[in-house]
């Protein structure tokens, strides 16, 4: 799933090559961002359309607006950064000995694709005596998890923090009920040296996007 030939971003005509240079050398470069959305379309469209869960469908959403949003493929190597053709997801999967391990899902362009890769990866995940990180994917990818015993506005991940960790963070929440609406905290975390609050932002309004017409996302083919 790596690309055939590494790609790497011509720094000299970046227009953010200054916030690069920057940001890189924080003791704490990345920034993150909670917001809540509501997922209560998107339950309905996955209940209609008898293909794969809402945990699976949100993930799907998350991967491929993180494909379509450039510097979400970007990772520092060194003083260059390189840009992925395109990233696949690592989720966190809870096993029934309350230890956890990781499950690949790739980015697909068709949902039922995704869901049955997902799904096998999920079980394969499961099983006891799978290895922890399934795939070794080097910085293709995106860190994901789901918390779904909280509802939380406001969130961190374990790092090990420097200037090489740069792999986009993101994380969901419990959902609750609020009237007609289904709230699901949504939590992004992201390298200042490669992206600023309007990626995360262009993120986010694309997430609410899809949110607010799933069927045309979970219905789309390869």
């Known amino acids: ?48 359309g008898g ?5 699976l469908a949100y993930h799907f959403i998350a991967i491929r607006l993180a494909n379509e949003i450039a510097p979400f493929r970007y990772r520092l ?3 260059r950064v390189r840009v992925h053709a395109q990233v696949h997801g690592s989720t966190t999967v809870l096993r029934e000995d309350d230890s956890f391990g990781f499950a690949t899902l790739e980015h697909q362009r068709s949902f039922a694709a995704f869901a049955a890769q997902g799904a096998a990866a999920i079980a394969q995940a499961r099983q006891r005596g799978a290895p922890f990180e399934a795939d070794a994917q080097g910085t293709g990818t995106l860190h994901m998890t789901t918390l779904p015993w909280m509802h939380f506005s406001s969130y961190s991940n374990a790092r ?36 600023d609050g309007l990626h995360v932002g262009r993120f986010v309004e694309g997430f609410e996007a899809a949110l607010r017409e799933p069927q045309a996302w979970l219905a789309a083919r390869a």
């Not at 011509?10 to 470069?29: E, K």
């Not at 293909?51 to 945990?55: N, R």
């Not at 993101?170 to 699901?184: E, K, N, P, V």
């Open 1 to 48: 799933m790596q690309d055939p030939a590494p790609i790497y971003l011509d720094l000299d005509t970046w227009p953010r090559r200054a916030a690069f240079d920057f940001f890189r050398g924080f003791d704490i470069p990345c920034f993150n961002i909670c917001t809540r959305v509501d997922v209560a379309r998107l339950r309905q469209a996955v209940r209609e």
């Open 160 to 195: 090990q923090w420097g200037a090489s960790d740069s792999i986009p963070k993101i994380a969901f929440g419990r959902i609750d009920a609020d009237g007609d609406r289904l709230w699901m905290p949504l939590s992004v975390e992201v390298h200042h040296a490669l992206m």
């Open 77 to 79: 190597e060194g003083d």
């Open 51 to 55: 293909v794969g869960s809402i945990s």
